[in-house]
């Protein structure tokens, strides 16, 4: 299905059509600190691709982790949606003009005690990114028909849990919240292939 979504507006029209609509979220966890992650879709090379980071060994928390731009919400941020920009461009200056916001999935609960929100977002592709040193050691991307493909992801035991695991893509170990959230993008727009 999603091959059949070259054009821009017909992917924002998919999207839009199977996520909640995009608004100030009035949700709050107990105990638990609000983080937004952007979800960046964009088109490369004839396909559709999901934009990931991968997180320098200094950062503190999940060091040299494959991640989504995103981070914790701060009091002065009025939506998931703006704490989700806000953070992509303070880590890899992806400025928030070049970004169309389509729609959100879910909270996950991370073991860290965080609420995270993923913020379904496409990029205006190709864009300048300047990543921060202290944060970000690389910027890359997946096709979302090889994320789709169960060949290339398994379930694996982490501590007392299930966690998904793909296949290395371009050297890279996507595993545990990020690739869980990316699993709930695909089912959600019918493109996983299992």
Same mark, same amino acid.
């Given at each position: 299905?999603?091959?059949?979504?070259?054009?821009?507006?017909?992917?924002?029209?998919?999207?839009?059509?199977?996520?909640?609509?995009?608004?100030?979220?009035?949700?709050?966890?107990?105990?638990?600190?609000?983080?937004?992650?952007?979800?960046?879709?964009?088109?490369?090379?004839?396909?559709?691709?999901?934009?990931?980071?991968?997180?320098?060994?200094?950062?503190?928390?999940?060091?040299?982790?494959?991640?989504?731009?995103?981070?914790? =919400?701060?009091?002065?941020? !009025?939506?998931?949606?703006? +704490? &989700?920009?806000?953070?992509? *461009?303070?880590?890899?200056?992806? #400025?928030?003009?070049?970004?169309?916001?389509?729609?959100?999935?879910?909270?996950?609960?991370?073991?860290?005690?965080?609420?995270?929100?993923?913020?379904?977002?496409?990029?205006?592709?190709?864009?300048?990114?300047?990543?921060?040193?202290?944060?970000?050691?690389?910027?890359?991307?997946?096709?979302?028909?090889?994320?789709?493909?169960?060949?290339?992801?398994?379930?694996?035991?982490?501590?007392?849990?299930?966690?998904?695991?793909?296949? =290395?893509?371009?050297?890279? !170990?996507?595993?545990?919240? +990020? &690739?869980?959230?990316?699993? *709930?993008?695909?089912?959600?727009? #019918?493109?996983?292939?299992?």
């Amino acid at each position: 299905m999603v091959n059949r979504l070259q054009h821009p507006d017909a992917l924002d029209a998919w999207v839009q059509q199977h996520l909640p609509v995009v608004g100030v979220s009035t949700r709050t966890a107990q105990d638990l600190r609000r983080a937004a992650v952007l979800i960046p879709l964009l088109q490369a090379d004839g396909q559709w691709n999901l934009l990931f980071t991968r997180r320098t060994d200094t950062v503190l928390d999940h060091k040299g982790q494959v991640s989504f731009p995103g981070g914790a =919400r701060e009091a002065f941020d !009025l939506s998931d949606e703006e +704490t &989700a920009l806000r953070e992509a *461009q303070e880590e890899i200056g992806l #400025d928030p003009a070049c970004v169309k916001v389509l729609g959100k999935l879910e909270p996950f609960e991370t073991i860290s005690r965080y609420e995270v929100i993923p913020i379904v977002a496409r990029l205006d592709w190709p864009v300048r990114l300047t990543l921060s040193p202290q944060e970000v050691n690389r910027v890359f991307t997946i096709p979302v028909g090889w994320l789709g493909d169960c060949k290339n992801w398994t379930e694996v035991a982490y501590n007392h849990h299930q966690v998904i695991q793909y296949e =290395r893509y371009d050297g890279e !170990l996507l595993w545990g919240i +990020t &690739a869980s959230i990316t699993h *709930q993008f695909l089912r959600k727009m #019918d493109w996983m292939g299992c």
